[in-house]
Each structure stands twice: as structure tokens, then as C-alpha cells.
């Protein structure tokens, strides 16, 4: 027999609302770039998009293995137990799923994934200039603009009418998406429906140079480089072709397991509200002001193409402040699903994928993966708050206007 007694009015208001927010933000925008009318994306950056691109060219990287992938029971190569952020934005886009560049049996056909675990902006050459010497990859925004170059050339290679051509200096297509599928288009006709991505980069030269234990001043003075660096490929990409680009900003790192292990104080004026480490999120808040100044000068050079800001920090704030109400356990929002030690689950020297290293219960509680990563259940409420953020500024109502005249 059911109880008689029966649920305060306020308690049972506030689960309804709390029902009513998931279906909003889960449902009401599942697809809602479709309307954009994108029939590819490109995605330049780090792991924190990677597709693959890593494990095809290292075999025995522990991205390559269980726990990464457990939401799936296999691994994929994404960071992550389960899907990344670039999967749920194509899902919005209706668009399949991004290859990896480096998986020669890929279907390309609806763009790919240039993005590499451990990418830098800079070259390692550059970095070193800085004396950042542990670089534990080569693979630079650089090589992955080159990949991009050879890929499109190599696709319209005997193609008529599809060679590449220079514009000041700069190679650029017509129109990067429909060279691939083979449909040609007149000449002088800029690539005005495939979406690219570019980034988030620039986050592990900040990584690799606070590792070797410089000081935030130190790694302060690196940025306006590493945002030019950020800028000269945005504009690079703007040559190929794009007239629709996402560039993302750096999330407020001083949240992240990994920042609030290695400078964990007990000076309690060192954290903000949200226990995230000020100087850390200050240091984010910086390179994303730069950025975006550099997106402002980008979008005065090249008043037809649309750059948009990708605002990663807000987005991941969002999530952090609302953890409780989005299903995440409250108290575990700032501790890693995989990972062993410490207030925050979290190794310095023994990390997710190793021996022994073990995984929470249920990763969708949880906001961290592995200390440096987040969860696919984060990864999708943070694509949902990114997709609505960015879908106005992205000015669909033109690209439809445009494809229809074409």
C-alpha cells in the first residue's frame, strides 16, 4: 500500500523544474544547427577533439584502451569514457561523425578531424625559444594546417578546374566540401557551407611550460604568441576557402583536477566561490581576452567571413556552478572518474589507464574524466550550452539564403 503521507508542494515544484530543464537543454536543441545547412566540418586542435588522430599514429598510447571508452566498452581514441564535444556539434548539425585524418579507411565525405592529443599552437622549434623542452608530440597547429593543405590538394588533384590558386601568398580552394565529393562549383566561389573548427589549441603550451615548473608570470608572457599563432592559422584557414569559423578560447583551468592537485594551498583566499584557483582562472581570462581581440582584428580584415568565439570558459563555469541540478554528484564535481589520490582523485604521477588506477561507478556523474578531461555527459551539456551560444552568431540565415541561390 502506497503512503499516505504526501511530498511538500515546493519539493515536488522543484523536481518538475528540474525535469523541465533537462528536456530543454537535452532536446529542444538536439539538432538545431541543422538549419545551418553545414555539409562538412573541419576540426583543428588537441585532444580535447581528437577523434583518433593520436592512436592511428601511436598504436600503444593508453587512449588506445579501456577505461578511455568505457561508456562505449571499446576504446575510439577519444580522451574521454565516451563521446567529445565535436561529436555532439555534428549530431546538431546532422552531420556524421568526424574520421581522423590519419585513418586512411575514414570516410571523409562530410569533412574530417585534424585534431592530435598533446597539439600545440606553436612548433616545438618556437617553444623551445621559451625553454619549454618537454614537448611530448610533434604535431603542431602548423602540421595539422599542412595536413589540411595536402588532404584538399590531394583530393581535387585531376580534377578539372580544382587546383589549388594563390591569393597574396596564401592558398586557398573554392569551395573545400564539394571538391571533396567531386561536385564542382564556378570558379572564385568561396567554400560557404562546410564549418571549421579551429581549436581549442594553445592549452598545452601552457601545459608543457607550467610542468617544468615556470611560474605563471613566466607562462604569462607566452601568450600574445601563442595567440598570434592562433590568429595566423585562422587566417591560413580563411585562405583555404572558410567563411564560417569557431574559434575556442582556453576553459578556466584553475577548476581542473590537475591545477588544483599540483598548486593545492591552504590559503583559502587562493580560491574563488566555485573552489576553482583565481591566479590560474585569471591566467585563462587573459589569453581569452587576447583571443578574442585577435577574432575582433580578424573579422575587420575579412568583413565576409564569420569568426566566431567559442566560449569554452563560461560553458564550463555553467556546468561547474550548475553541477548539482544537471545530475552530477555534488560532491565530486572537481574530483576525476578515473584517477587514484589526493583531495581531487588525482595523481600527478600515476594517472588514469595505468595499473590499478581505478574508475568510478557511474561517469555520468561526474564532470572530470580523468583529471585533465572531461566526461561524455559533460562534454554534451557543454556542446549544448556552446551550440546555443554560438548558432545566432553564426549568422545561419545567410548560409541558408546562399545555399539556396546556388
Known amino acids: 500500500m502506497a503512503s499516505s503521507k ?16 533537462f528536456n530543454f537543454i537535452t532536446c ?31 598504436p600503444s598510447s593508453k587512449f588506445a584502451r579501456l577505461p578511455y571508452g568505457e561508456t562505449f566498452k571499446k576504446a575510439t581514441g577519444r580522451c574521454s569514457d565516451g563521446l567529445l564535444m565535436i561529436d555532439y556539434i555534428a549530431l546538431s548539425a546532422g552531420i556524421p561523425f568526424l574520421d581522423p585524418y590519419l585513418n586512411k579507411d575514414g570516410l571523409f565525405d562530410y569533412g574530417l578531424n585534424f585534431a592530435f592529443a598533446g597539439a600545440t ?4 622549434e618556437d617553444l623551445a625559444k621559451w625553454n619549454v ?11 595539422q594546417l599542412d595536413w589540411m593543405f595536402s588532404y584538399f590538394n590531394t583530393t581535387c588533384r585531376g580534377n578539372k578546374g580544382c587546383g589549388w590558386e594563390e591569393a597574396e601568398g596564401v592558398p586557398h580552394t573554392r569551395d573545400l566540401h564539394d571538391r571533396a565529393v567531386g561536385l564542382m562549383r564556378p570558379p572564385g566561389e568561396k567554400n560557404g557551407k562546410a564549418l571549421f573548427m579551429v581549436g581549442e589549441i594553445g592549452g598545452n603550451d601552457y601545459n608543457y611550460a607550467f610542468l617544468q615548473r615556470k611560474t605563471i608570470k613566466e607562462v604569462k608572457t607566452m601568450v600574445p604568441e601563442v595567440v598570434e599563432t592562433i590568429k595566423q592559422a585562422t587566417k591560413r584557414v580563411i585562405g583555404y576557402g572558410a567563411t564560417r569559423l569557431v574559434v575556442p578560447g582556453n576553459f578556466p583551468i584553475g577548476c581542473f583536477p590537475v591545477y588544483l592537485t599540483k598548486y593545492q594551498t591552504n590559503d583559502a583566499t587562493a580560491y ?19 583571443l578574442q581581440k585577435a577574432i575582433g582584428e580578424l573579422k575587420e580584415e575579412h568583413p565576409d567571413v564569420i569568426v566566431v568565439y567559442g566560449d569554452y570558459y563560461n560553458a564550463f563555469l555553467w556546468l561547474l556552478s550548475k553541477g548539482d541540478v544537471l545530475g552530477f554528484d555534488p560532491t565530486s564535481l572537481q574530483k576525476a572518474c578515473c584517477g587514484i589520490g589526493g583531495d581531487y582523485n588525482y ?7 595505468d595499473p590499478k588506477v581505478p574508475v568510478c561507478k557511474n561517469p555520468n556523474e561526474r564532470l572530470s574524466w580523468d583529471g585533465v578531461h572531461l566526461t561524455q555527459r559533460a562534454y554534451e551539456l557543454m556542446a549544448t550550452w556552446l551550440v546555443r551560444d554560438m548558432y545566432p552568431k553564426l549568422q545561419c540565415e545567410y548560409i541558408v539564403s546562399y545555399s539556396s541561390a546556388v
Request: charged letters at 10%.
Open 6 to 21: 504526501s511530498s511538500p508542494p515546493g519539493f515536488v515544484f522543484s523536481i518538475l523544474i528540474i525535469i523541465s530543464f
Open 272 to 290: 574563488d566561490e566555485l573552489h576553482c584557483l583565481k591566479e590560474l582562472n585569471n591566467f585563462s581570462i587573459y589569453h581569452n581576452d587576447l
Open 28 to 58: 529542444n536543441n538536439q539538432h538545431i544547427l541543422s538549419s545551418c545547412n553545414f555539409d562538412a566540418i573541419y576540426q583543428l586542435g588537441d585532444s580535447i577533439a581528437d577523434t583518433g588522430n593520436d592512436v592511428q599514429d601511436n
Open 121 to 124: 599552437a606553436m612548433s616545438a
Open 347 to 353: 595523481g600527478l604521477s600515476i594517472w588514469c589507464g
Open 133 to 143: 623542452s618537454f614537448v611530448p608530440t610533434s604535431i603542431s597547429l602548423s602540421r
